[in-house]
């Protein structure tokens, strides 16, 4: 399996990035991209040695927020005080740590936590000022501010814009900064452009390759950390589902190893069950943690977690195998699954295995809904339903590792 690691982390902190702005109604704030087109121009003029680092930390700036029942920018645009809301306070530094697990990473994580500290001391979470503050954070600010200031529908122009940037000098960021960051605005076109929804993707794409990507090591299993990284995002958006991903990773991979798969196909088996749930971040909270019975419109709605899955791990251009394998973990062995319809040897053998492992995960864990299973009556219940659910060669392989399975895994 030839992978190029530098290429499939750029491109799938991209990914997270566009997916963190999907919200439950379908829509896409488009935020990151935003922040990021803005930051990146900015950084060309006022920090080009540094520009990469900005751009991606700019994409990932507020991956911390998914611990808050809304979007970051409610909170924002409503200008809640941070103080008053521990998880806003502190989403900067969830979201560094987060990033600083990625190899290679640890100066995008340093932008991350400083990039809501304010050039006169009134920002957080650590209250610095003025040179304390990394310029490149600085960026981000601005980059931010001005996306928000822009949801304004009131605001129409560069007049609006100058405005308001203009009492931000010495406030938000310094002087020097805030003019050097009006004037590029003024001089090109980059503010039509990222206002403009049907051109901001286009714009996204041109100003990602133009910025280029950042190197990561090809020596360890980055693609592996930052996999494990993303799924602890996608857990946390919902509550009763944390270390769902990674247990589900596992399972899937102890059951691999009893089948004497590839060493390539272990690989994509267990990255796959990291990403399976990926979807589940365009799907309300209120919908995936709903006690009780689904309506057949709201399941409807569930099912299209697949879908998204599938499209976002598709924009990853070594993700293609992933891609199907993670997206198609709702499918059935007897043809009756989702999004697809596929059976049988249709379905890849990576597949069929995270739809065990999902499976015995979901029962032996406490959900709204119900109580945890035993392991035994888990098993028990994946074994009826091998032959139309599951695969009976892999229930075969998988139901011996489950029941052995050491308390420290489950």
């Known amino acids: 399996m030839e992978i190029n690691t530098t290429r499939t982390i750029n491109e799938l902190v991209s990914a997270i990035a566009y997916v963190l702005d999907v919200m439950s109604e379908g829509t896409n704030l488009y935020h990151s991209w935003r922040v990021g087109i803005f930051s990146s121009e900015f950084a060309k003029v006022i920090l080009p040695e540094e520009r990469k680092n900005v751009f991606y930390a700019s994409l990932l700036h507020d991956i911390g927020y998914l611990a808050l029942p809304e979007h970051i920018t ?15 306070l502190s989403h900067t530094i969830i979201g560094a740590e ?19 500290e304010w050039y006169n001391g009134r920002g957080y979470p650590l209250g610095r000022q003025r040179n304390e503050i990394p310029m490149g954070a600085q960026i ?8 928000l200031f822009l949801r304004d529908e009131s605001v129409h122009g560069i007049k609006e814009v100058e405005k308001e940037m203009s009492a931000w000098a010495n406030e938000r960021a310094s002087a020097e900064l805030v003019n050097t960051a009006l004037d590029i605005l003024k001089n090109g076109d980059i503010l039509n452009e990222v206002i403009d929804k049907d051109r901001v ?3 996204f794409k041109k100003v990602r390759t133009e910025t280029g990507q950042i190197d990561i090591p090809a020596s360890v299993d980055a693609v592996g950390i930052a996999c494990e990284v993303f799924s602890q995002l996608i857990d946390t958006k919902h509550p009763s ?31 796959a069950a990291l990403l399976h749930d990926v979807g589940k971040l365009g799907i309300a909270r209120s919908l995936i943690n709903k006690p009780g019975k689904l309506t057949p419109e709201e399941f409807e709605t569930i099912k299209l977690h697949a879908v998204y899955t599938r499209e976002l791990l598709e924009t990853i251009t070594d993700f293609k195998d992933v891609s199907l394998i993670a997206s198609s973990d709702h499918e059935r062995f007897d043809g009756k699954g989702y999004p697809l319809g596929l059976k049988g040897d249709q379905i890849p053998i990576g597949t069929k295995i995270i739809s065990i492992a999902d499976a015995f995960d979901a029962m032996t864990s406490t959900r709204t809904y119900r109580k ?10 994946i074994e009826k339903c091998s032959g139309t659910q599951f695969d009976p060669a892999v229930v075969k392989e ?13």
């Open 201 to 203: 993707a286009d714009v």
């Open 74 to 88: 409610h909170y924002l645009f409503t200008h809640e005080d941070p103080v008053k809301n521990p998880i806003i």
């Open 398 to 410: 998988a139901v011996p590792v489950l029941r052995n399975l050491s308390v420290s895994l489950m």
């Open 98 to 116: 987060l990033t600083s697990q990625i190899p290679n990473l640890s100066t995008i994580a340093k932008l991350i936590l400083n990039h809501h």
């Open 372 to 381: 945890a299973l035993s392991k035994e009556v888990a098993c028990e219940e």
């Open 140 to 147: 981000i600010l601005l980059g931010d501010q001005l996306d």
């Open 241 to 271: 589902m944390i270390g769902h991903s990674k247990r589900v990773s596992v399972y899937a991979m102890l059951i691999a190893l009893a089948m004497n798969l590839s060493h390539d196909d272990i690989t994509k088996t267990k990255w």
